[in-house]
């Protein structure tokens, strides 16, 4: 930061007293710091053969096997090194170079044309003895599955209804199906439970 007022700052700091240590603290501050740790520190000599043992070893030629195998592990790292980035390259030179024709898959569902052709009152009588026989055993088990039949019956007679008054669309009969499929498991049911 650029001070701005640099002449007032210089006067202020003139007017400042100036306080300076007396003789002999300088004098105390160096006793303290005297002797220096390394002369309180008891020193030794190293026995001759410490010296000529580290002289000898250091005269001596390095064992050119160690030397050997150091160029080998080094050759050999930096050959490992070479054939992974090649190995790489190759993997990815088709990729880039050899871009072909891509392939993708697509497809579409599409709804069947449904014939109304069929007759959804084929096998009405066989529904209808069925209910019959319900009727005369009277068991809670067989007057739940007499009621759901009941209401599918009504629900197929509705979407009957649609279909004559809207023609043949092809969600009706999908429904009407359905519910003539509901009303043949519910049958299959009755049956096993007679």
Do not use: C
Not at 1 to 14: F, G, I, P, Q, V
């Amino acid at each position: 930061m650029k001070e701005k007022n640099k002449k007032t700052l210089r006067d202020a700091l003139s007017q400042l007293p100036d306080y300076g240590a007396n003789a002999g603290a300088w004098k105390g501050i160096e006793a303290g710091l005297t002797p220096a740790l390394g002369e309180r520190l008891p020193s030794y000599q190293p026995p001759v053969q410490v010296w000529n043992g580290i002289n000898g070893a250091l005269n001596t030629p390095a064992p050119v096997v160690s030397i050997r195998r150091r160029r080998w592990a080094r050759v050999g790292g930096i050959a490992a090194s070479l054939l992974v980035i090649v190995a790489l390259g190759l993997g990815l030179w088709p990729e880039t170079v050899n871009a072909g024709p891509k392939v993708s898959v697509s497809y579409a569902q599409e709804v069947a044309p449904v014939s109304s052709s069929h007759d959804w009152n084929a096998d009405e009588a066989s529904f209808n003895r069925v209910m019959v026989q319900i009727a005369e055993r009277n068991e809670p088990a067989l007057n739940t599955l007499n009621m759901e039949l009941a209401e599918l019956t009504e629900a197929k007679e509705e979407m009957k209804a649609m279909l004559v008054a809207y023609g043949e669309d092809p969600s009706v009969i999908r429904q009407l199906a359905e519910i003539e499929r509901d009303r043949s498991d519910i049958y299959r049911r009755i049956i096993v439970e007679l």
